[in-house]
């Protein structure tokens, strides 16, 4: 059974960098089927997809983030990452990777336990 | 890109029926088959519960399902049951690889 585990720090001072990692298990991150995303909450808000990257490397990021996130992957641990430059406290949420069934489903059919992250300093 | 609209809240009684709605435009929500509904407990991840507007994932049961017409999809829950007290966020495709969330509603089982 496939699972998602983040992990990184929970608490990053303002204009400094989020760096979180996704390891992924059960199941492989080259897989063709998929991509993988990263996908944060707001306390008491609703979710907002960050970006995603294919095992190829290849991206997509949210266009009001893009200057300030970048999304990796290392296929040789399966795993894939999330960087976020000169955060404030509007970055403050619950942040969960998930993966992407974008061929044939367009939906985010498998989630990590989200990693709660506190911008302040 | 902005937020799919849902009602705030929606509620119930055990057994009763409760339907919520998802309202985008012809970018997103008309434009596309993937729509999708999460179902969100209180300090849990959000869980897949529908894709493709009306599919089930395995595991899923029957009493959750979806639809659409238009810019508007829905999620109906049939026999309600207090497990079903949850918050649930529809998503679509906006192309691009691109995906929005909508607001999300909180469901009661009164």
């Known amino acids: 059974q496939l699972q998602l585990q983040e992990s990184g720090p929970g608490l990053v001072k303002p204009s400094e960098t989020l760096s979180l990692t996704c390891t992924v298990s059960?199941?492989?991150?080259?897989?063709?089927?998929?991509?993988w995303a990263w996908i944060r909450q707001p306390p008491g808000k609703g979710l907002e997809l960050i970006g995603n990257?294919?095992?190829?490397?290849?991206?997509y990021y949210k266009p009001s983030l893009k200057s300030r996130v970048t999304i990796s992957v290392d296929t040789s641990k399966n795993q894939f990452s999330l960087k976020v430059n000169s955060v404030t406290a509007a970055d403050t949420a619950v942040y969960y990777c998930?993966?992407?069934?974008?061929?044939?489903?367009?939906?985010?059919?498998?989630w990590g336990q989200g990693t709660p992250v506190t911008v302040s300093s | 890109q902005s937020a799919l609209t849902q009602p705030p809240s929606a509620s119930g009684s055990p057994g009763q029926s409760v339907t919520i709605s998802c309202t985008g435009t012809?970018?997103?929500?008309?434009?596309?088959?993937?729509v999708s509904w999460y179902q969100q407990h209180p300090g849990k991840a959000p869980k897949l519960i529908i894709y493709?507007?009306?599919e089930r994932p395995s595991g899923v049961p029957d009493r959750f399902s979806g639809s659409k017409s238009g810019n508007t999809a829905s999620l109906t829950v049939s026999g309600l049951q207090t497990e079903d007290e949850a918050d649930y966020y529809c998503?679509?495709?906006?192309?691009?690889?691109?995906?929005?969330f909508g607001t999300g509603t909180k469901v009661t089982v009164l």
């Open positions: 998930a993966r992407l069934q974008q061929v044939t489903q367009g939906c985010f059919d498998s």
């Open positions: 059960g199941g492989s991150i080259s897989s063709s089927d998929y991509y």
């Open positions: 990257i294919y095992f190829t490397g290849s991206t």
């Open positions: 012809s970018s997103d929500v008309g434009n596309y088959k993937y």
């Open positions: 493709a507007v009306s």
């Open positions: 998503s679509s495709y906006v192309g691009g690889y691109n995906y929005v």
